[in-house]
């Protein structure tokens, strides 16, 4: 019998694969790191030049997500981006799971916990794409876990070590966050030392100082693990580089920070915090000092960055669990009315019931079933009555079509072309053309980046620069603000239009 944890995983996976099935292909990225994976399939070495572009052709690149595009580029050679969309749907759906989990094993209500886990995976859909970070997030659930554990005393230090380290190597081949795993463990280090340090019994004081050894030895060694890449030192060059105040991260979206005013992700994170800072206030157990550090350090990256919500909800969540654990909705029976005594006693009631099932379907067979099943209909690509049951892919109301089409069939120069920053690496995986520019905002660097904005914020000199450049065909939204100028230009005319674009050529 499926645990409500399962029906929750069931509910996340048929919703990506089936409800909505260009979902996690709604970003143009998706196509640049599956190229790079087949880069790295074909010619069996990571790139160490751009082939992304003419106008960087041959400048040297740090793919530093390379095992991440290699893993999913992978998975579409052996079942197509179907095969890809149940894997990436796999991992979000069974992170909510294993949250799920928490939850109740902290002693969460199966009501709250269904409440928490539906708000907190709305609230981190804002960022379920089919792209690296998707594994920064199970490698940051793992590491909070794993040192909350080891923090409580329920795990060795080796077997800290057995599961960090691996983590840490895999982590840093995959996603340059791999310095928030690092951070992690320091912040867990310097907490045990300062509760070490201001400790009046000696007991509690040496078992602290304990944990700060064991903390600074996963750090240190985690540290060392890092340089287990191919680019050995340069890869902290190259973030460092990346991350020190570049004008193209502050105009760059997902780098911004969130909209409270509606939007139904920024909604959700306000419900979560309220639940926190009340069960913060009012509970009688607490989170641990590092945990809510952590929490604290999150909610602040959360602030600055939209695309720090999904680990926000990831650090957050578990702490909910501990918050509201042995809830019993209503403290003093004597000021309770009969109807609500009743509703109240029946939700306890419930979860006890609940929980005694849940304690026999461990083994969450369900989904299980559910990832084989998908996987094999992705690979062989079945059908039911004649039409293939997952149609996962490029969502052709957002991403150019038909406008792709012509410009193969003409054989418009790719050296001429100009392209929505965004769609360059859908538009280089479709169709193998070299572009001005794609969405690798740390690569093009600010000078380049800068005049491909004044081109497509259509300053005075836009018409000038794109003569310049010797542009002779476009290719942008339909709703851009260029095509709008290009349509009423005389020296341009609209050659081919689809769902999501216009393509204008020079006449």
């Not at 509910?11 to 694969?17: D, E, S, T, V, W």
């Not at 199970?138 to 599961?163: D, P, R, S």
């Not at 000092?289 to 650090?315: A, E, G, Q």
């Amino acid at each position: 019998m499926p645990s409500f944890g399962d029906i929750l995983f069931v509910m996340i996976f048929l919703l990506l694969l089936i409800t909505i099935p260009t979902f996690i292909f709604s970003d143009g990225s998706t196509g640049w790191h599956l190229a790079c994976g087949d880069f790295i399939l074909n010619h069996g070495q990571i790139p160490t030049k751009d082939f992304l572009s003419y106008t960087m052709e041959g400048k040297n690149w740090i793919p530093y997500e390379w095992l991440s595009d290699l893993i999913m580029a992978s998975l579409v050679k052996i079942g197509g981006l179907n095969l890809l969309a149940v894997f990436i749907s796999t991992i979000i759906s069974g992170l909510f799971l294993l949250l799920y989990n928490q939850l109740r094993k902290a002693g969460c209500h199966i009501f709250l916990s269904v409440i928490f886990i539906t708000i907190g995976a709305l609230a981190s859909s804002i960022h379920w794409l089919a792209r690296p970070h998707i594994f920064s997030y199970i490698c940051i659930f793992t590491l909070i876990t794993v040192l909350e554990k080891f923090y409580a005393g329920e795990i060795t230090l080796k077997k800290m070590l057995i599961i960090i380290l691996p983590v840490i190597v895999f982590y840093t081949n995959c996603h340059p966050s791999f310095l928030l795993g690092l951070l992690l463990i320091l912040v867990y280090a310097v907490s045990s030392l300062l509760l070490g340090l201001i400790n009046n019994q000696a007991s509690s004081r040496q078992k602290m100082l304990n944990l700060t050894k064991g903390f600074l030895v996963s750090g240190l060694l985690g540290f060392i693990m890092t340089f287990i890449n191919p680019y050995g030192i340069k890869l902290y060059h190259y973030i460092f580089h990346y991350l020190k105040g570049s004008k193209i991260l502050a105009a760059t979206q997902e780098y911004g920070s969130p909209e409270f005013h509606g939007q139904l992700a920024s909604s959700c994170i306000q419900i979560i915090l309220v639940f926190w800072l009340i069960g913060f206030c009012l509970s009688l157990k607490k989170i641990s000092l590092p945990k809510f550090i952590v929490t604290v350090l999150f909610f602040n990256l959360m602030l600055t960055s939209i695309r720090f919500i999904p680990l926000f909800v990831i650090c957050c969540l578990p702490d909910l669990g501990i918050l509201y654990s042995n809830f019993t909705f209503g403290f003093v029976e004597q000021n309770l009315n009969n109807l609500y005594l009743k509703f109240r006693n029946y939700l306890i009631t419930l979860d006890t019931s609940i929980s005694e099932i849940e304690l026999i379907c461990r083994m969450h067979i369900l989904p299980i079933l559910l990832i084989i099943s998908f996987s094999l209909i992705a690979i062989f690509n079945l059908n039911f009555k004649d039409k293939p049951i997952l149609e996962c892919h490029f969502n052709d109301k957002t991403m150019p079509t038909k406008t792709l089409d012509y410009i193969i069939n003409n054989h418009l120069p790719a050296n001429q072309g100009f392209t929505y920053d965004n769609w360059g690496g859908y538009i280089y995986y479709k169709t193998h053309i070299k572009l001005f520019i794609d969405d690798r905002a740390d690569f093009y660097g600010e000078k380049h980046y800068f005049q491909y904005a004044h081109i497509s914020l259509v300053t005075k000199s836009w018409a000038k620069d794109l003569a310049k450049l010797k542009i002779n065909w476009v290719l942008f939204p339909k709703n851009a603000k260029l095509t709008e100028f290009l349509s009423i230009d005389p020296n341009w005319t609209l050659a081919c239009k689809d769902n999501a674009g216009d393509l204008y050529i020079r006449k």
